[in-house]
T-cell receptor, first 114, second 114 residues
Framework: AQSVTQLDSQVPVFEEAPVELRCNYSSSVSVYLFWYVQYPNQGLQLLLKYLSGSTLVKGINGFEAEFNKSQTSFHLRKPSVHISDTAEYFCAVSSSGGSYIPTFGRGTSLIVHP | ETGVTQSPTHLIKTRGQQVTLRCSSQSGHNTVSWYQQALGQGPQFIFQYYREEENGRGNFPPRFSGLQFPNYSSELNVNALELDDSALYLC?????????????FGPGTRLTVL
């Protein structure tokens, strides 16, 4: 079985400040990891994913994440946030091999203040 | 290129009724996945259809069933509705069933069960 824990339900930050959204996972097998963003009243959009290779993954909108196998973490970072980054962010894990059947975390609400 | 569309946008049903939700996949995509997102929670995987066959299922009872048509559009059917079925139902399409294929999400159908 696999699971995802997003450690912060809400992260307030001021515009142009750096931000880190934390994600820890558990799985008995190798995993693939994903971050999605959901803007109000919209579906999810893929920000970035780790499948293999370099543990530092760059995504859209200036976001990046680092896969840390020893700490079973996949934290999302952005060096300077904008008001438009205010949204819900979801971390997801899928076991390697077979079909893509993801398990999502409960989400972190990023609130960017002017 | 048309994105993923879902209908209806909102729906109100009473306990015990049946409901059908519809999803049109993005052009060229042959895989559709359905998710249930309860208020304040992350999406939960219901099932996936690849080329008209069920390709994976999450932890949902048999009263949740689906169908994929030759044009790769899809339906989600829920029988004997319960109050806990109230949620946002998301559909996502992709070109292929694996984790290497990015899922594109529709805006969702908001189902309220009274």
């Amino acid at each position: 079985a696999q699971s995802v824990t997003q450690l912060d339900s809400q992260v307030p930050v001021f515009e142009e400040a750096p931000v880190e959204l934390r994600c820890n996972y558990s799985s008995s097998v190798s995993v693939y990891l994903f971050w999605y963003v959901q803007y109000p009243n919209q579906g999810l959009q893929l920000l970035l994913k780790y499948l293999s290779g370099s543990t530092l993954v760059k995504g859209i909108n200036g976001f990046e994440a680092e896969f840390n196998k020893s700490q079973t973490s996949f934290h999302l970072r952005k060096p300077s946030v904008h008001i438009s980054d205010t949204a819900e962010y979801f971390c997801a894990v899928s076991s390697s091999g077979g079909s893509y059947i993801p398990t999502f975390g409960r989400g972190t609400s990023l609130i960017v203040h002017p | 290129e048309t994105g993923v569309t879902q209908s209806p946008t909102h729906l109100i049903k009473t306990r015990g009724q049946q409901v059908t939700l519809r999803c049109s996949s993005q052009s060229g995509h042959n895989t559709v996945s359905w998710y249930q997102q309860a208020l304040g929670q992350g999406p939960q995987f219901i099932f996936q259809y690849y080329r008209e066959e069920e390709n994976g299922r999450g932890n949902f009872p048999p009263r949740f069933s689906g169908l994929q048509f030759p044009n790769y559009s899809s339906e989600l059917n829920v029988n004997a509705l319960e109050l806990d079925d109230s949620a946002l139902y998301l559909c996502a399409s992709s070109l292929g069933a694996g984790e290497y294929n990015e899922q594109f999400f529709g805006p969702g159908t908001r189902l309220t069960v009274l």
